[in-house]
C-alpha cells in the first residue's frame, strides 16, 4: 500500500496564488482553504521525497519573499486508510451543473435524468465539489462538446475527462503532469464505461501529443495557465473554444490578457465566490 505524506503550506491571502502553482507543479494538484491561508499537497512516502521537500520549500520561501511575504511549511504523514474511511465518510453523491449527478461507486445510480458520473476519489482531486470544477461542469454543460475532440489539461482524477465524454464528445485527451494520479484517474475513467473515447496520458500539457481540439479544458491555476497558453493555444481549431477555471478574482485580468494575445477572444465569464472561469474562442 502506497503510503503518503500532506504538505500545509501556510501563507498570507495575497501569497496563496503564487504558492499553490508551485505546490501544484510538484503534487500535481492542490486544496485550497477557504479562508485563502493555506494550500494543502500530498507526496509519496518514497525514496525521492526529500530532494522533492527540500526543492519544494526552496520554491515556496523564494516566491515569498519576493512578494514581500512569509510562509511556513510542514509535513505530516497520512494513514491512506484513514483517508479512504474519512471519504466514505463524507462522500455523497451530489447533483451539479444541472446535468451530472456526481457519486461515488459505493452509492448506487439514481433513476431520472441526469447524468451519472462516478468518481473514486482516493488519493488524486477533483470530486466536483470545489467550485473551480463546477464552474467546468458548468460551462460542459451549457455548451456539450457533443462530436467534439477535447484536450483537458491538467486532468486529475479525469472528472471533466468523463464530463464531456458523457456528454458525447467524440474524443478525450487528458493530460496530467502526476504519475500519482494516473491510477486513480484511469479506474474512474473504466468506472464510468468511457475508456474508447478517453485517452490518459502521463506529462506536461504544454508536450501533449500532436492534433487539434475543437475544445481545451484548463482546470489548473491562473500562473499555469499562462504558462501553457503559447503553447496549447495554437492547438485550438478555428471557431473552437477554450475553458479556464482555477482563477482567483485578481489575476482575471491576467489570465484575460494572455487569452487575447494567443489569439483567443474571451466571451464569457462565470463565478463563484472569489474563484473565475472564463470561456474563450479562437478568432
Known amino acids: 500500500m502506497t503510503r503518503w505524506v500532506e504538505l500545509s503550506v501556510r501563507c498570507s491571502p495575497e501569497l496563496e496564488e503564487p504558492l499553490a502553482a508551485i505546490v501544484t507543479a510538484e503534487c500535481g494538484g ?5 479562508q485563502r491561508d493555506r494550500v ?9 521525497l ?19 511575504g512569509d510562509v511556513d511549511l510542514s509535513v505530516s504523514p497520512v494513514a491512506s486508510d484513514d483517508w479512504l474511511e474519512n471519504w466514505r465518510a463524507h462522500f455523497r453523491a451530489f447533483e451539479c451543473a444541472g446535468r451530472f449527478r456526481i457519486r461515488p461507486p459505493w452509492e448506487e445510480p439514481a433513476q431520472g435524468g441526469l447524468l451519472d458520473l462516478v468518481i473514486d476519489p482516493g488519493m488524486a482531486f477533483g470530486t466536483g465539489q470545489h467550485p ?9 454543460a451549457l455548451d456539450p462538446p457533443e462530436g467534439l475532440r477535447v484536450l483537458d489539461a491538467g486532468a486529475g482524477s479525469a472528472i471533466l475527462s468523463i464530463a464531456a465524454a458523457l456528454l458525447g464528445a467524440q474524443t478525450v485527451l487528458a493530460v496530467e503532469v502526476d504519475p500519482v494520479a494516473e491510477k486513480n484517474a484511469r479506474r474512474n ?3 464510468n464505461g468511457v475508456q474508447d473515447r478517453v485517452r490518459y496520458v502521463v506529462g506536461d500539457a504544454a508536450d501533449a501529443p500532436e492534433g487539434m481540439f475543437d475544445v481545451v479544458l484548463m482546470n489548473i491555476v491562473a500562473g499555469v495557465i499562462v504558462r501553457l497558453l503559447p ?13 479556464c477555471s482555477g482563477i482567483i ?18 466571451r464569457c465569464v ?14
Not at 503553447?231 to 475553458?243: D, F, H, K, Q, T
Open 189 to 191: 475513467i473504466l468506472l
Open 30 to 34: 492542490v486544496e485550497l482553504s477557504p
Open 249 to 266: 478574482e485578481e489575476r482575471l485580468e491576467d489570465v484575460l490578457t494572455a487569452l487575447r494575445a494567443q489569439g483567443l477572444e474571451p
Open 231 to 243: 503553447s496549447l493555444a495554437p492547438r485550438v481549431a478555428p471557431g473552437g473554444r477554450a475553458v
Open 50 to 68: 526529500e530532494d522533492r521537500l527540500d526543492r519544494l520549500e526552496a520554491s515556496l520561501r523564494a516566491a515569498a519573499h519576493a512578494g514581500g
Open 132 to 140: 473551480t470544477t463546477a464552474l467546468m461542469l458548468r460551462f460542459l
Open 270 to 283: 462565470e463565478s463563484d465566490g472569489e474563484w473565475r472561469a472564463v470561456l474563450a474562442e479562437k478568432t
Open 40 to 48: 494543502r499537497g500530498w507526496l509519496p512516502l518514497d525514496d525521492r
